[in-house]
Structures are given as C-alpha cells and as structure tokens.
C-alpha cells in the first residue's frame, strides 16, 4: 500500500510539475525552436559592437544556435548565438560522427561569388586563355605574398594547360605607389598587350619603378568598388571557378587541390 501511494504522489507531483507542464502547453509540444525568434535587426543590436553588419539570420544544424552571417573585419563570417540570446559563439563547430567543419562550410558557402560578376578584359593572364579553367586572382603590384604567388602560378600552368589565371589588379591604400603602377599595367593589357602586362606585372613585383600610365582607364577603381562589394580586402585572393573565395598565398599543389569543387 505504501508503495502504491508513493507512485501516485510522485505521479500527480510529475504530472503538475513546471517541466512537464511546459512541455504540454509550450516547447515540448512540438519543436523547441518554434519558441524562439531571432531577425536581422535584433542580431544586429547584439553584436553591434562586435560586427560591422549581420547579413542574415537561420537556425543551425546545431540544436539551440542560430547562424548569423555578419561582416567582421571586411569579410563574411558565421556566428553563433544560442536561443538564450546571451552567449555569442565563435570557432570551428563539428559533427564528431562525420568530422564534418560546420563553420568552415559555411565560411566557404557565405563568402562563394557570382564569377559572371566580375569583367576578365582587363585581367593580365598567365597560362592558355582558352583554358577551361579559370582561376581569378585580385593582385597588388607591390604585395610581397603576391610576388611569391607568381612563380607558384608558372608552376601551375607548366604542368596544367587547361588552367589558367586571370590577374585583377586591386592595389590596396598600405601601399600608396601600387594605384599608379596597377594602372600603368592595366593600360598595357587594355591598349597594348598581355605579354607587356605581364612584364610591367613582373617589374613592379621584383620593386622595379613602372613608366606612368598613359591611358585614361578608370578599371582599377572599378576593380576597388568590386573588390569591397565582394568583400575581398586582402592579397593574393582567388577566386575559384566554382566562386569560392580563398585568401593568401598557396604553392602550386594547394593551388591544384583547391580546384576541386568543395
């Protein structure tokens, strides 16, 4: 008899409990996300000294986040922020049953481009212009990493003839000659040739002065404005057939392997 009465009171206990009351009439009803919103503009305000822009807002694979795309520091990047709204969470999040980077998809995702967006007439080239595929490259004349990239771009083209890279000249505001010496070369690719582009290219990186532009050409500042609509703001950055984006110097066989689509 005791133990009959001690399963109904903790029966009725149970039954009138907060947990399980929420679970009959709120979360527990249904998915606990249906509970929780969160928008553009209320991220905005929670991260509004920590980004300089929230893009969008979904709910995470992960239980309990949301993904927030913002701008940080001129580029794309995921955020988290978990339905409490009171903890923002940045770093690597991975599914331990398949090792797969969550938050290194989503950068690769965020940041891919629309490569139709971007005019190739101006772009010096290195390899077979026919090349099937083309690789984009936004290139400061007096970028150190970009000097070493372009040895590891030969290498590249000597080995693949069906690859080859579009040079966009993008002289970033640390180095005050590179906007000059962009132009000069853009003039040599646009009313001369390519293979003068290239040599112009070559001189400037080896810290060799250029002659003055002599065309009226208004591509590179139309190469800027791109640029920061793409949020691209560093050299070297590839821009892979497929539109991801990738930063930084790579040698020839990281270059290769990049190619594959991701």
Known sequence: MIQINLFLFLFIFLLSSPVLAFQAEGCGAGSCRDCHTLNKKEAAILLQDKVSEVIDVKLSQVP??????????????????????????SGSIVKLVSGENLTQQ???NMNRVDVTRIPLHDAVIIGNPAAARKIIVFDDPQCTYCRKLHPEMEKVVAQYDDIAFYIKMFPLAM????????RAIVCARTEKSNELALFLLADSLAGKKLP????????????IVLAKELHISSTPTFIMPDGRVLPGYKVAEKIVEALEPK
């Open 212 to 223: 003055a532009p002599d065309c009226d050409s208004d591509l590179v500042d139309k190469n």
């Open 106 to 108: 989503s950068f690769i």
């Open 64 to 89: 309990g986040l949301w993904d927030v795309e913002a701008i940080y520091q001129g580029r794309k990047v995921p955020l988290y922020i978990d339905f409490s709204k009171q903890y923002l969470i």
């Open 175 to 182: 180095h005050p000659a590179a906007y000059d010496k962009a």
